[in-house]
């Protein structure tokens, strides 16, 4: 690891990257955030990592896609669940749309999951061979 940072500080910076951006797209998105967002927006970001070093070299990025959006779903259906309904925040309520669970997820924005997903595995992969000095994946489409 070059950066001079230990595994902490460095995984710190990635779960604060990951919450930042996702406040940025609900606010880019609705014009607000939650700071509930942060802290699931963070996690995802870790899963992110988390599901690739479980899939391995062998994964597609479709593939990757496709379970990352759906993890980022269920983070999200979990975190609607405390929040919105344990807590009566009402941060969000998809109760309007088509395909919805409990107006917490929707098939509308998970399908947004599954695309946003892309970048988001690929920042990833990037700040860790910045951060740690981890190699570059070889990307395989299919």
């Known amino acids: 690891?070059?950066?001079?940072?230990?595994?902490?500080?460095?995984?710190?910076?990635?779960?604060?990257?990951?919450?930042?951006?996702?406040?940025?797209?609900?606010?880019l998105y609705?014009?607000?955030?939650?700071?509930?967002?942060?802290?699931?927006?963070?996690?995802?970001?870790?899963?992110?990592?988390?599901?690739?070093?479980?899939?391995?070299d062998g994964a597609s990025l479709i593939g990757q896609m496709i379970i990352c959006g759906l993890m980022i779903t269920g983070v999200e259906f979990v975190v609607g669940m405390i929040v919105n309904r344990q807590m009566h925040l009402n941060v969000w309520d998809y109760s309007g749309q088509q395909y919805n669970l409990k107006g917490q997820i929707c098939l509308l924005y998970t399908n947004l999951w599954i695309l946003l997903s892309c970048p988001v595995i690929v920042l990833h992969d990037y700040m860790e061979y910045i951060l740690l000095g981890s190699q570059l994946p070889n990307y395989k489409i299919w």
């Open 30 to 56: 609705r014009g607000y955030s939650h700071i509930s967002m942060l802290l699931a927006g963070g996690l995802c970001f870790m899963l992110v990592g988390a599901v690739e070093n479980l899939l391995g």
């Open 1 to 27: 690891m070059g950066t001079g940072m230990n595994h902490f500080q460095v995984y710190l910076i990635m779960f604060l990257t990951g919450g930042f951006l996702y406040c940025g797209i609900e606010i």
